[in-house]
């Protein structure tokens, strides 16, 4: 796995992200079993993707995070997909950009195949990577659905207990992109619906999952991830007419979310009209 995170000195250390997780623990974002399953595994990605500004930076009363996971399998690639993707990010980062709410947005970018990069932790919309195929978006390589979910939620952990910590109320917003089902996590897919679970209790977080084309059952997967029905949407022609339209609906949900429209947990119902 690699980071590509351009965060600096923000970076945290291992201690600090475990401490982190506990605080959040003894809050009630996660349950004393989830924090056991994230204890053993605080790598270089779950570090470099708790990253982000530091909380007094922060000129908003409150914040909403934005983890962006995006499939860059080969399958996006032997599909032609990676100029759609790399369009719709861009469409996301500026309709953030765009809103009058954009200095309470962070966003997180992350991409993933066999391997997955933190191309930066928690930056606003404005200073936020837009991707560019064969540099900073390149395909290849697996699926890594389960590993890449299960690490980005724990960096989205930490860094939020560490801005409420600060006194900073936070929401979060997890969203992974892919066209394929998981092909080789260490971790299964009832280690992703245990995190979910508690994510989704705690009323703080979005779970939103986009599945795209018909090679595999993505409403099944994303239910064997904890993932709300109401937050996956699925695009059965993995076509870049389709990836593009599904980005668009991801902006307009993302921003409603940011402005409080879409209430975190499991009846969030972020895809709905």
């Known amino acids: ?22 605080r959040a623990t003894q809050q009630g974002t996660l349950s004393a079993q989830s924090s056991s399953l994230l204890s053993g595994d605080l790598g270089g990605m779950v570090i470099a993707g708790a990253a982000g500004m530091n909380a007094e930076d922060i000129q908003a009363s409150d914040v909403t995070l934005i983890t962006l996971v995006l499939d860059a399998s080969s399958s996006i690639g032997d599909r032609k997909l990676a100029h759609a993707v790399v369009d719709g990010e861009k469409l996301l980062l500026d309709a953030f950009a765009g809103a009058r709410e954009k ?42 659905l389960y590993d890449t979910f299960i690490d980005a939620c724990a960096a989205n952990v930490a860094y939020a207990q560490k801005l409420r910590d600060a006194g900073t109320p936070t929401r979060s917003i997890v969203v ?98």
């Not at 796995?1 to 506990?22: D, F, I, Q, R």
């Not at 200095?103 to 991707?131: E, I, K």
Request: with cysteine; charged share 15%; aromatic share 6%.
């Open 176 to 273: 992974i992109v892919t066209d394929g089902e998981d092909v080789g996590s260490r971790r299964p897919a009832r280690v992703c619906k245990k995190l979910a679970e508690d994510l989704l209790k705690s009323e703080q977080f979005i779970l939103a999952f986009i599945g795209v084309g018909n090679d595999a059952d993505f409403k099944r997967v994303a239910t064997s991830m904890g993932i709300p029905d109401g937050c996956v949407l699925v695009q059965q022609q993995a076509t870049a007419s389709a990836v593009r339209a599904a980005f668009q609906l991801l902006s307009r949900s993302a921003v409603r979310a940011s402005q409080g429209r879409i209430q975190p947990g499991v009846a969030a119902g972020f895809f709905s009209p």
């Open 103 to 144: 200095d309470s947005v962070l966003v997180a970018l992350w991409t993933f195949q066999s391997d997955a990069t933190v191309v930066h932790g928690y930056l606003p919309a404005d200073d936020a990577t837009r991707l560019e195929v064969g540099t900073t978006y390149r395909t290849g390589g697996c699926t890594h």
């Open 1 to 22: 796995m690699t980071s590509n995170n351009n965060n600096g000195n923000n970076t945290p250390s291992a201690l600090t992200v475990a401490a982190l997780h506990a």
